[in-house]
């Protein structure tokens, strides 16, 4: 609900992987179309909760071919 964020998006699964690759798409929703970004940020985390260290232990993500594509 930050005013200074103009798009935002996730993807939520609590399926484990059994260690195949998985490709998958996140759509961002956008709060402002007027605006442009000066940066962009991109959060990447094995748990729902690592971004503030509090993740579940044995949590494991690898992370291959990432593209993020901005028009």
Not at 29 to 39: C, I, Q, S, T
Not at 49 to 65: K, L, P, Q, R
Request: aromatic letters at 16%; proline letters at 3%.
């Amino acid at each position: 609900d930050d005013p200074s964020v103009i798009a935002y998006g996730e993807l939520e699964t609590g399926e484990s992987t059994g260690g195949q690759y998985e490709e998958f798409t996140i759509d961002l929703e956008y709060n402002d179309l007027d605006r442009k970004p000066a940066y962009v940020l991109v959060v990447v985390t094995a748990s729902k909760y690592a971004d503030y260290f509090t993740g579940g232990n044995g949590s494991t993500m690898y992370i291959d071919e990432f593209e993020f594509l901005f028009e």
